[in-house]
């Protein structure tokens, strides 16, 4: 099974703090099932850096601003809506290339956020609702799901 997976789970240093989310329990499931797992890290194949500003959807959710309605913006208030699309796009390239089964992704993000999104106020409130790289992968057809939601059954 080829599993697309947010990179930050897996322990690359890829979060807009320069560090990661190793998340043992994906891990474990990842070496006991056959699983060959792809990490993505769609806000660096966007082209933002590492480590960047934190970032959060203003005005909807990943659905939103694919259909131009909604906006990617950081904390300082620059719009970095276009880096998400691309991100987004390489994500997808890769699913595509990889004939990915599935994506696990971490929840909140404005990229891999997957049910559950910070709401825009950079309040640490979160609404639901999925990131632009999520959005988009469902969009194309692909399962997606948050590791929040994964239990032991890939
Ligand atoms: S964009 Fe996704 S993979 Fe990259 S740091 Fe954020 S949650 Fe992790």
């Known amino acids: 099974?080829?599993?697309l997976v947010s990179a930050c789970m897996l322990g690359v240093n890829c979060?807009?703090?320069?560090?990661n989310v190793r998340d043992e329990k994906l891990i474990t499931?990842?070496?006991?099932?056959?699983?060959?797992?792809i990490p993505v890290c769609p806000e660096q194949l966007g082209g933002l850096p590492t480590p960047r500003k934190k970032c959060e959807i203003v005005g909807g959710d990943g659905f939103d601003v694919l259909e131009g309605n909604a906006r990617v913006?950081?904390?300082?208030g620059v719009d970095l809506t276009e880096h998400f699309l691309k991100g987004a796009e390489e994500v997808l390239k890769i699913a595509?290339?990889?004939k990915a089964d599935l994506a696990v992704m971490r929840d909140g993000s404005p990229s891999c956020g997957c049910g559950r999104i910070y709401d825009g106020s950079?309040?640490?409130k979160k609404v639901e609702g999925y990131g632009v790289t999520s959005a988009l992968l469902i969009r194309n057809g692909f399962r997606v799901v948050?590791?929040?939601?994964?239990?032991?059954?890939l």
């Open 96 to 98: 595509k290339i990889v």
């Open 146 to 153: 948050s590791v929040e939601d994964l239990n032991f059954q």
């Open 1 to 3: 099974m080829i599993v």
């Open 73 to 76: 913006v950081s904390e300082d």
């Open 122 to 124: 950079f309040s640490g």
């Open 15 to 19: 979060r807009y703090d320069g560090g």
């Open 29 to 37: 499931i990842i070496e006991k099932e056959n699983v060959v797992p």
